[in-house]
C-alpha cells in the first residue's frame, strides 16, 4: 500500500513536470504582454503565437493594439476566435485599435460617461454606418436618460451593427442619469426663486405694515392737536365771558 501509494506521487510530480516544460517551450520567443493577454482570455496555442508574429510587425502601435485586444476580447464567447478575425483585419489594414477613438468619440463617451471597451466597440461599429452625425445625436438621447450608458451601448450595438436606425426614446429618465440630474438641479432652483418671491412678498407686506401703521399715529396726533386746539379755544371764550361780567359788574359799582 504505501508503495502504491509513492508510485502515485512519483507520477503526479512528473505530469507536473512535463505540463511546465510544455509551458516552457509553447512560450519561448513569446513576449510576456502577449503570454499574459493569452492566458487571462484563455487563447489556445495557435492563435496566440499567429498574435505574437503579427504583434512583432506592429511596434509603432503595439501598445495601442494590445489596450484594444484587451478591450475588444472582454466577454467574447470564442476569444480564439475572435482575435484570428482581428489579426485578419490586421493583415488587411483595417484593424483601427484605439485609434479608432478618435477625437470626436472620445469626447462623445467623456460627456456621455461612456468606458473605454464601450467607446471602441461603438467606434468600431459606427465605421460602417452612413450617417454618424444623426447616430452620434439619436444616441445622446438615449445615453443622458439612463444611469448605465456603457451598458446601453453595448445592448444598441446588434442593431448598429445590422443598419437599424436609432429611434428616439420612449422612456422616462432614469434616477441618477444626467437628464434626472438636471431636473433635480432646475427644481431646485424653481424652489429658491420661490423662496426669494415669498421672502420679498413679506418685506413688502412688512414694510406696508409699517406704513400703515405710521398713518395711524399721524392721523391720531392730528387729532389729538385738534382736540387740543379745541380745548385751548374753549378757554379763551371762558375767559374773555368773565372778563366782560367782571366789566360790567364794576360800571355797575
Do not use: C
Request: hydrophobic letters at 25%.
Amino acid at each position: 500500500m504505501p508503495g502504491g501509494l509513492d508510485t502515485e506521487a512519483l507520477a503526479q510530480m512528473r505530469f507536473q513536470q512535463v505540463a511546465q516544460e510544455y509551458e516552457a517551450v509553447k512560450s519561448v520567443g513569446i513576449r510576456p504582454e502577449i503570454s499574459e493577454l493569452a492566458e487571462y482570455h484563455g487563447l489556445d496555442d495557435r492563435a496566440t503565437r499567429a498574435l505574437d508574429e503579427e504583434m512583432k510587425k506592429r511596434k509603432d502601435t503595439f501598445e495601442s493594439d494590445l489596450q484594444a485586444l484587451w478591450i475588444g476580447l472582454e466577454g467574447s464567447k470564442n476569444p480564439s476566435g475572435m482575435l484570428m478575425m482581428k489579426l485578419k483585419d490586421m493583415r488587411m489594414g483595417t484593424f483601427r485599435g484605439m485609434t479608432a477613438l478618435g477625437k470626436r468619440i472620445q469626447d462623445f463617451a467623456k460627456k456621455n460617461r461612456i468606458d473605454t471597451q464601450a467607446a471602441v466597440k461603438l467606434a468600431e461599429v459606427l465605421e460602417n454606418r452612413e450617417d454618424v452625425d444623426q447616430d452620434l445625436s439619436r444616441l445622446e438621447k438615449h445615453l443622458e436618460r439612463s444611469n448605465k450608458p456603457s451598458s446601453l451601448v453595448m445592448m444598441m450595438l446588434r442593431d448598429l451593427r445590422e443598419g437599424k436606425p436609432v429611434k428616439d426614446p420612449e422612456y422616462a429618465a432614469a434616477i441618477g442619469s444626467r437628464v434626472h440630474e438636471k431636473e433635480i438641479k432646475t427644481s431646485h432652483k424653481d424652489r429658491e426663486r420661490s423662496r426669494s418671491a415669498r421672502r420679498n412678498r413679506g418685506k413688502d407686506e412688512s414694510r406696508g405694515g409699517r406704513n400703515d401703521r405710521d398713518g395711524d399715529r399721524g392721523r391720531r396726533d392730528r387729532s389729538r392737536d385738534r382736540r387740543r386746539s379745541r380745548s385751548r379755544d374753549r378757554d379763551r371764550d371762558r375767559d374773555r365771558k368773565d372778563d366782560r361780567k367782571d366789566e360790567k359788574k364794576e360800571k355797575k359799582d
